[in-house]
Structure formats: C-alpha cells, structure tokens
C-alpha cells in the first residue's frame, strides 16, 4: 500500500535517551501495536536500524504500512538540515531526517517531545475539543507547542511555541538579571520555571539542596520556605504564560512533564495568569494532562494527519 492518502496505519516512535519506544494508530486512532526497546547509545547507525527494526515490528502486528512520524528531544535545524540540541548527542550534527528517510523509504516527519506532547492532549488528551491548545512541558527543560484546529502551528524556524528561553516577564528587580542558562543568556523562563529550576531557587533562598518532590512534600506538611518557594514558582509561571495567552490566546493551555503532578498549580494559576492579561476578565483553562509521558508517542503517530499520511 503506497501513496498519499492510502496508509492504513499511522505510526509514532519517541526517540528517547535510553529507550525507544513506538505506537501503531488504526484507523479511528484505535491502538494497534506498541512496542519498546532501549536505545543504543552512542551509535548513530545502530539507532537508524533499531527505528527500522521497531516499524518493520509494528507493521508487522498492524498487519499494514504506515506513515512515520518522529518524537525526540532536539530538532532540526532548518539551515543545515542536521539535527541540533539532541541530548542523545551522537544525533548532533548529522542529517538524521534524510538519513532515516532512505533506511525507510518513505518521507518520515520529525518533531520535538513539547509539540507532540501538545499534539496529542489536543488530538484526544486534556485539549480534546478545543481550537486552539498550548502544550507545556515544565520537567528538565521548558518546552511548549502550539496547536490550532488540530495542526501544530511551526514556522520557518521550527520554534513555533518555544517560549522556554524568552526572558521571565513582569521581573522584579530580585530575578534581575536572572540565573545563567545554558543557552547562553540570562534569566530565562526555563531557568526559572523548569524542574532544576525550582530546585535551584530553592536553595538560593535556603542553602538545602533538594528535590522538587522533597519540595512538595514539605510544602505539604506545612514547612514555610518550601511554600515559599512554590509561590514563587506558581508566580512566575503564571506571569510566563500569561505572555503566551496575551499573544495566541489558547482554549486551553495543558501541562506536561514532571511539574504538571503539582496540583496546586491547577487552582492558583488561572487567576494569577488572569492578572497579567489584556481582558477585562479573563478567561483561563489550564489542566493535567490525560496521557502523560505516552503523549510523546502518541503525538508523533499524528505528525501525519490521517489524510495526509503518505505511507
Ligand atoms: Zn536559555
């Protein structure tokens, strides 16, 4: 089966640092096959042969061929066409698309874990039904991806929804100049809002050293610097999306990553997001997600809209 139009399956693989992991989409999104395998790390072409192993697998259980989308944690860079800012670092600098597409055989689409994470909630996840949907991932980064009418909105720098390295909005004169982020500038929102981020203020207000679950934790049974922190926290990310409300206006916004289990941020933050936008009264949604760490998988199935995929 061959052609745009005429895939019967659509299939997703989340390239991750250690594991791999891949999912089979039937028609009707019905899950056909999934399936796992760790990485091999350090090796460029083993990793191309262990994709073509797992979609020669999931086509096998789906019984037909698919269109391919890919998930993984750094995105190619539109000027060279190499991928760039991978964490599986033996990915860098290699043309890792082309490369994939000739072991394939087919065109293959490629996109960052924060916009197949938005892609998902909003296909069938937190953001079912809604226009237009901003996916977060607050865990060791800060991703985002934005979604209208079901289609990723990605531009000529493929940076559509990458708010993680503008600067903290509304800053007061203690967050300036900011912490030092490893792209190089200062103060920006992921170095304030991310995992290591909030683990990082913790300690500057404190001197102790713990995690964000610790955090939680303390905060829980009633420890003053620990909510403190998560104050400030909630703060800052209300004032960070806020500027994203203020310029696309999302139904809904949904949070994903290690963070998005705080719950706490579901209850304050419409109302402090709400503070900082340009409405009378604003109207905020912001939820958990439904799928979780599957929406990366999930959401590279439907880099291919079903009428598009080209198996
Ligand atoms: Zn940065």
Same mark, same amino acid.
């Given at each position: *089966?061959?052609?745009a ?14 594991k791999?992991?891949g999912i089979a989409?039937?028609?009707g ?5 999934e399936?796992? *395998?760790?990485t091999?790390?350090q090796?460029?072409? $083993? ?7 797992m979609?020669a697998g999931?086509?096998?259980d ?6 391919v989308?890919?998930? *993984? ?12 800012? &991978? ?5 860098n ?15 293959v689409?490629?996109?960052?874990? &924060? ?6 909630? &909003?296909a069938?996840g937190a953001g079912?039904?809604a226009r237009?949907v ?6 060791t ?33 203690e ?6 982020c ?6 920006c929102?992921?170095t304030?809002l991310?995992?290591?981020? #909030? ?5 500057r207000?404190?001197g ?14 009633g ?7 998560? $104050?400030?926290?909630?703060?800052r990310? $209300?004032?960070?999306?806020a ?14 990553g290690?963070l998005?289990? #705080? *719950?706490h ?8 997001i709400? &503070?900082?936008?340009?409405?009378d ?16 998988v999930?959401?590279?199935?439907r ?6 995929a080209a198996?």
């Amino acid at each position: *089966m061959t052609g745009a139009g005429s895939a019967a399956l659509r299939l997703g693989i989340d390239l991750g640092g250690t594991k791999i992991a891949g999912i089979a989409l039937a028609p009707g999104d019905r899950v056909a096959s999934e399936r796992r *395998m760790p990485t091999p790390s350090q090796d460029y072409a $083993a990793t191309l042969e262990a994709i073509a192993e797992m979609i020669a697998g999931l086509e096998r259980d789906g019984g037909a061929r698919g269109s391919v989308g890919v998930g *993984m944690p750094g995105s190619l860079s539109p000027v060279t066409g190499s991928m760039q800012n &991978a964490n599986s670092t033996w990915l860098n600098g290699r043309p890792f698309a082309r490369d994939l597409e000739a072991r394939l055989g087919r065109r293959v689409r490629l996109a960052n874990d &924060a916009n197949c994470f938005a892609l998902s909630e &909003a296909a069938d996840g937190a953001g079912e039904g809604a226009r237009s949907v901003f996916g977060v991932i607050l865990g060791t980064g800060c991703g985002g991806g934005l979604v209208l009418d079901g289609r990723l909105i990605d531009g000529p720098n493929s940076i559509g929804g990458e708010w993680g390295h503008n600067p903290l909005p509304w800053a007061g004169a203690e967050e300036h100049p900011g912490p030092l982020c490893w792209c190089g500038r200062r103060g920006c929102i992921e170095t304030w809002l991310s995992g290591p981020g #909030l683990e990082a203020d913790h300690t500057r207000a404190t001197g102790s050293q713990i995690g964000c679950e610790e955090i939680a934790k303390a905060a829980r049974s009633g420890d003053a610097a620990a909510r403190a922190t998560l $104050a400030r926290h909630a703060d800052r990310l $209300a004032r960070g999306l806020a500027h994203v409300v203020n310029i696309f206006d999302p139904e809904v916004i949904v949070l994903g990553g290690g963070l998005s289990k #705080l *719950m706490h941020l579901y209850q304050e933050l419409p109302d402090g997001i709400g &503070a900082h936008v340009f409405a009378d009264r604003p109207h905020v949604s912001l939820k958990p997600p439904r799928w979780g760490d599957a929406s990366g998988v999930r959401g590279a199935a439907r880099l291919w809209p079903p009428n598009e995929a080209a198996g």
